[in-house]
């Protein structure tokens, strides 16, 4: 893990306007991990006046998907009606 004091300067690097390609050459960090703070930074503002609703049971969108993937639905059958 790294340091609190390298966190602190890849912030630092970001808010200076310093691309995140060019960061990670300098310091060494890894890009991955600029990704990730610069994510979990921008959660953090989107969470922070936001009420969240945990929702349990499936989605409308899930229930549909269901329905189309069911095994007891028929098999499409071809054009001319023809069964196989």
Known sequence: MYSWETL???RHLLDQGLGKTAIAEQTGVSRGL???LLRTGQLDRLLHHVAVVHIDGQSYRLRELGALLSPTRE???PPDGRTT
């Open 8 to 10: 602190v300067l890849l």
């Open 34 to 36: 600029i990704y990730h």
């Open 75 to 77: 098999p499409p059958r």
